[in-house]
């Protein structure tokens, strides 16, 4: 079957320790894509990535990284400079280029720091 | 900048009956998508339906419609013969076009409660 995965499903990190999200698909896609989501808010977008090598911060990017070495995976590091890490985080990703393509959402992790 | 804004933080509906989800953006574009995601409570996103601009026809998909309105930025969802499965959170989205890729804006969600 194809789509996205994202591990763990919860994850548990005490203030100070950097974390990383993993975020693999095997759908082709080439672009990838990080979101935020906060009660109350839609979802935001962190970093995303057009290509393998290459990616673009999002709007709320300070205090995370991330890396496109491979087609299929696309992680998220959630720094110690976050100030507020705590949200449920989403991967996605799509085929590049211009028409109507929808974005294909991984199942998410939530994240809980204290 | 391009925002997006769902006026309803709730909305309920009766088994079988309609509803209505509002949605307004706000884009100096002429052509760009429009897409409504559903969110149940496992939180999985999943795409209900979409609408490029250029399009004066509603989008329809089986029991969802759109009511596009190109001129007043206005997005709005129908949902018909509501179904228990039906009840989740609704996100309207609009695709924005970058240098090196696009995004998508959501609105802050409409929680859509359905009643037996």
């Known amino acids: 079957d194809g789509g996205i995965t994202q591990s763990p499903k919860y994850l548990f990190r005490k203030e100070g320790q950097n974390v990383t999200l993993s975020c693999e698909q095997n759908?082709?896609?080439?672009?990838m894509y990080w979101y935020r989501q906060d009660p109350g808010q839609g979802l935001r977008l962190i970093y995303y990535s057009q290509i393998v090598n290459d990616f673009q911060k999002g709007d709320i990017a300070e205090g995370y990284s991330v890396s496109r070495e491979k087609k299929e995976s696309f992680p998220l590091t959630v720094t110690s400079a976050q100030k507020n890490p705590t949200a449920f985080y989403l991967c996605a990703s799509s085929i590049f280029g211009q028409g109507s393509y929808e974005q294909y959402f991984g199942p998410g992790t939530r994240l809980t720091v204290t | 900048a391009q925002t997006v804004t769902q006026s309803q933080p709730e909305m309920s509906v009766q088994e079988a009956e309609t509803v209505t989800l509002s949605c307004t953006y706000d884009t100096s574009e002429s052509d760009y998508y429009l897409f409504w995601y559903k969110q149940p409570p496992s939180r999985q996103m999943i795409l209900v339906i979409r609408?490029?601009?250029?399009?004066?026809q509603n989008a329809t998909e089986n029991r969802f419609s759109v009511n596009f309105q190109k001129a007043a930025k206005s997005f709005s969802l129908k949902i018909s013969d509501s179904q228990l499965g039906d009840a989740a959170m609704y996100f309207c989205a609009y695709r924005v076009d970058m240098e090196y890729g696009n995004k998508l804006v959501f609105g802050a969600g409409t929680i859509l409660r359905v009643k037996s």
């Open positions: 609408q490029e601009a250029y399009k004066q």
């Open positions: 759908l082709n896609h080439d672009a």
